[in-house]
Every structure is written in C-alpha cells, then in structure tokens.
C-alpha cells in the first residue's frame, strides 16, 4: 500500500514537472489575429524589394561547344530563383526585430522596434512576442514557399502589392471583411 502512495506521488510529480517545463516553452501570446502578423511579413518582404539594387542578368553560359561557342542561357534577374532566394533568406530572423503594441485605440498593432531599450513595459513579453511572430513567419513561408516564389518570379512582386498577394490571395489570413492594421511606427 505504501509503495503505491510513492509511485503515484512520484507521477503526481512527474506531471507537475511535466507541465511546469511546457509552460517555460509554450509561447508567452500566440498569434490571435494573424492577418495582422501577416501583413508584418508583408511589409518586411516590402523593404526588402524597396532596398533591392538593379542587378544585371544571370549569365549562365559557363561552357564551351565544339566549336569555341559558348552555351547557356542568359537569365533575367529579376524573374530568377536567385531573386526569391535573396528575397526570403532571412526574412523570419528579422521579424524578431517587431513586436506586439498595445494603440491609444486599444487595437494592438506589430511594430518594428530599433532599439529594444526604448520598449515600455514587460520586455520579456516583448521579445517572446517577436518570437511568436518569427514562428509564424516560418509556418507562412512553409505553407506559402513555392507560389510565392511563382509570383515574385512572374515579376509581380511590386512594392505595395506584396500584403494583397500573401495576404489575401496565397493565403487567406485577411479574407475576412474586419480590417486589420500594422502600425507603421518604429519603436
């Protein structure tokens, strides 16, 4: 009788462990509007092909013919995997650097913080906040990777067109009549 107190004392203890080390890694917030999130991403994806410099075509004639001739293929930049590539590589390690605001509206809006220091409030719920969004960035692109790729290389990927793209068309985080909004201030 003894020895069956201890052992489910012991799995008392053990779930309590168990679900104490889930809580440490279970994300602080997740993301409750994600069209919102979704038009973070957007907008990140936005300044990368606003800071994109002209860039010449791709020559992928490397070899030679018979003749001295050499073969290939010249690939407009703007239409290459290289361009997606450059495009997305990176783009969720830098939604760490938004996070979850709180408007004098009482809506609550992803902004781009610069400098970490100047957040009000709970830092730590600021930085898992970011992390949050990062997690979701990745499961957008996973979801969304091949006919993003197809769109930026159809060379419809214009600035100011990307939020419509990802957000309502590929995916449909913003399909819904309510308007979602990404604040446009840094932090």
């Avoid at 957007?42 to 410099?53: F, H, P, Q, T, V």
């Avoid at 992928?60 to 930049?77: P, T």
């Avoid at 100047?118 to 969004?133: P, V």
């Avoid at 309502?168 to 932090?187: A, F, I, N, P, V």
């Amino acid at each position: 009788m003894e020895t069956k107190r201890r052992s489910g004392g012991a799995i008392l203890g053990s779930a309590i462990r168990l679900a104490a080390i889930l809580a440490i890694f279970a994300p602080v917030a997740s993301i409750d509007d994600k069209c919102a999130a979704c038009n973070a991403v957007a907008a990140e994806i936005e300044i990368g092909l606003s800071n994109e410099k002209p860039r010449n075509h791709l020559d992928m004639r490397h070899r030679l013919d018979s003749r001295g001739q050499r073969e290939g293929k010249v690939i407009d930049y703007r239409v290459s995997e290289l361009r997606v590539v450059e495009l997305l590589d990176g783009l969720c390690e830098k939604m760490q650097d938004y996070t979850l605001e709180k408007l004098d509206s009482g809506e609550q809006a992803w902004i781009k913080v610069r400098d970490w220091n100047s957040i009000e409030g709970d830092k730590q719920e600021a930085r898992a906040y970011s992390k949050d969004l990062s997690s979701f960035c990745g499961r957008l692109l996973e979801e969304t990777e091949d006919q993003l790729a197809e769109w930026i290389k159809r060379g419809s990927a214009e600035s100011g067109g990307v939020s419509k793209a990802l957000c309502q068309d590929l995916t449909e985080h913003c399909s819904y009549s309510r308007s979602s909004k990404m604040y446009d201030g840094e932090l």
